[in-house]
Structure formats: structure tokens, C-alpha cells
């Protein structure tokens, strides 16, 4: 079954605006890990940002927060002033403990155009 | 600097034919991992490895084959069983075994697209 549902296939945003990129979750775990990546169209994929469960407080790295609500399983990526390198594909991942392996489970992902 | 090599960049399959996917990482890393990404979707993950010898079938494992020789090194084939191989394929890996915490987050090559001629 799916546990990671991006539903926006794209988006056009201004430069120096800000972004916010949905990401939905399921796990029955209480123990999880939530990630999201960039993908350029160069193809490598980038981390960007990490979220624990059991984190009390959203992650923050440089121009890029999450907005983690865990009761509705939504883990949102904003990322303020948008620059034109920011152009690229999301994805957002989960890793929970159900999995011993520790596989990443990625969502479809969210294509990102940033316009001057 | 450490990171994952992958190789080739560009990959071409004539048909019936297998091909192999080079994957190297000098990050000392435990865990190794293959996905497919095919166009506007997410990974699927193919194959994944968490010790020199020992290795586990993903979601999409038919077609393929790996193997797990060196800690360093995780080659993938794209066996002619494999009947719809064009895909961008991502190789990574992650520092641990067994026991993994949910932070330990994934490094990614640079990829390989496969295409069939």
C-alpha cells in the first residue's frame, strides 16, 4: 500500500516567494523518520531535511522548514524565498520501524518551476 | 571526498542482452540500495543489501540481479527478463546495518539511464 501521497505533480512559483509542498504519510508505527529530497535535472538526488516522530519541535534548515503535524500525518516542506536554482523535482520519503531494514519509501513527487 | 560512482552514465540495451550497472561508495557504508525511477514518478526500490553477502529483493525485483561481493561495490544486471528496462536507475546507501535508526538518512550516485535500443 502507498504510505507517502504527494497529490501536486507541479508547480509554478515566483522568485523570492515561498513554496509549500504537501506530503502525507501512513504508518501505524509511533517510531518514524520523514525526509525529503530535491532532484535536479542533472538526476542526483539531494537531502534536504530530516523530521523525527518524536521531534517536539519543526525541522529548519537554512531556507527550507518543515511543517510536521503529526496528528494528521502531514509532513509539508516550505521553502522560503524561492531562487531560481530551486527548480527541480521533491520528494518526500518515510522510514518507519516496521521495517528492520530501514528502507526508504519514496511519494511520487512534486515538480517545482521557479519563474523570475 | 567520499560519495557513490556510479557508471555508466548512459546506458544502451539491445534486446535479449544483459547489462550491468556499476555501483561503488568509499563512504565505509553498511547499507546499499538500487532504485528505479521512471519519468514523473518516485523510486522504486529493486534490490537492497545490508552486508557483504547477503542481499533482499525489493518491490520490483524481476528482471534483475545483484550481488554483494565487497563492502564497497553493489553491481546490478538488467537481465533480458527484464522486458521494460528503460528507467533512470539510482544507486545509495546509508552508514547502517541491521538495527537502523529512522534518521540515518540516504546518499545517492548520480545515476545511470538505461535505454533500449
Known amino acids: 500500500a502507498q504510505k507517502i501521497t504527494q497529490t501536486q505533480p507541479g508547480m509554478f512559483v515566483q522568485e523570492k516567494e515561498a513554496v509549500t509542498l504537501d506530503c502525507t504519510y501512513d504508518?501505524?508505527?509511533?517510531?518514524?523518520?520523514l525526509f525529503w529530497y530535491k532532484q535536479p535535472s542533472s538526476g542526483e538526488m539531494i537531502f534536504l531535511i530530516y523530521?523525527?516522530?518524536?521531534?517536539?519541535q519543526n525541522a529548519t534548515e537554512g531556507r527550507y522548514s518543515l511543517n510536521f503535524q503529526k496528528a494528521r500525518k502531514s509532513a509539508n516542506l516550505v521553502i522560503s524565498a524561492s531562487q531560481l536554482g530551486d527548480s527541480a523535482m521533491y520528494f518526500c520519503?518515510?522510514?518507519?520501524?516496521?521495517?528492520?531494514?530501514?528502507?526508504?519509501?519514496f511519494g511520487a513527487g512534486t515538480q517545482v518551476v521557479v519563474t523570475p | 571526498d567520499g560519495g557513490i560512482t556510479q557508471s555508466p552514465k548512459y546506458l544502451f540495451r539491445k534486446e535479449g542482452q544483459n547489462v550491468t550497472l556499476s555501483c561503488e561508495q568509499n563512504?565505509?557504508?553498511?547499507?546499499m540500495y538500487w532504485y528505479r525511477q521512471d519519468p514523473g514518478q518516485g523510486l522504486r526500490l529493486i534490490y537492497y543489501?545490508?552486508?557483504?553477502?547477503?542481499?533482499q529483493k525489493g518491490d520490483i525485483a524481476e528482471g534483475y540481479s545483484v550481488s554483494r561481493e565487497k563492502k564497497e561495490s553493489f553491481p546490478l544486471t538488467v537481465t533480458s527478463a527484464q522486458k521494460n528496462p528503460t528507467a533512470f536507475y539510482l544507486c545509495?546507501?546509508?552508514?547502517?546495518?541491521?538495527?537502523?535508526?529512522?534518521?540515518?538518512?540516504?546518499?545517492f550516485g548520480s545515476g545511470t539511464q538505461l535505454s533500449v535500443l
Open positions: 545509495a546507501s546509508s552508514g547502517g546495518a541491521r538495527g537502523l535508526v529512522t534518521n540515518e538518512k540516504l546518499f
Open positions: 504508518t501505524s508505527d509511533p517510531s518514524y523518520g
Open positions: 523530521q523525527g516522530s518524536y521531534d517536539q
Open positions: 520519503a518515510m522510514r518507519d520501524d516496521t521495517d528492520s531494514w530501514g528502507k526508504l519509501q
Open positions: 563512504l565505509n557504508h553498511d547499507a
Open positions: 543489501s545490508q552486508i557483504v553477502n547477503d542481499f
